[in-house]
């Protein structure tokens, strides 16, 4: 953890459908890392789940409303706001070769691709949680936490048909 701070790092968490110890990453990532100059930022990898209150996405992190305004109040906790065009920047664009080849001819299309701007006003993103055999392109956790747990609508839309199309081998 020495070299990691002081930075600006980009913790990604599970939404409430996946499962961690949150609560233990969060304060063990706080308690080594804030101390040492590094500015925190947790952003929960929603996808297109609903964006919760507040209150309810600090108790996913295991922070009552006291500890929220006492001992943690200066890290910033947030949930990827999916409907707000202002949250995003692009990333780049998949090319329709490319596209046309993952999916063996059934689609042809530029594919554009943005992520949430926190991103790229980090230094280090980290992605806290695991990695579960999933029914859609084989896994969840890993790189889902950017693709499609904080990517732009259009594309998590395309994704999902993507791997409708591409299959779970």
Excluded at 12 to 36: D, K
């Amino acid at each position: 953890f020495a070299r990691l701070a002081p930075q600006r790092i980009l913790p990604l968490a599970p939404a409430a459908t996946g499962s961690c110890p949150l609560p233990f990453l969060f304060r063990s990532i706080v308690e080594e890392l804030e101390p040492r100059g590094a500015q925190l930022t947790f952003l929960a990898a929603l996808g297109t789940h609903p964006v919760p209150p507040d209150e309810e996405l600090w108790r996913w992190f295991g922070l009552s409303p006291a500890e929220r305004a006492g001992t943690y109040r200066d890290v910033a906790i947030r949930a990827h706001a999916w409907l707000d065009p202002a949250t995003f920047a692009l990333a780049g664009t998949i090319p329709a070769r490319r596209i046309a080849e993952l999916t063996g001819g059934r689609f042809s299309m530029d594919v554009r691709v943005a992520v949430n701007r926190l991103v790229f006003e980090h230094d280090l993103v980290v992605l806290l949680g695991p990695v579960f055999p999933h029914e859609v392109v084989g896994f969840s956790g890993g790189h889902k936490y950017l693709f499609p747990g904080i990517a732009e609508r259009e594309f998590i839309n395309f994704f999902h048909w993507l791997g409708a199309i591409i299959t779970n081998v």
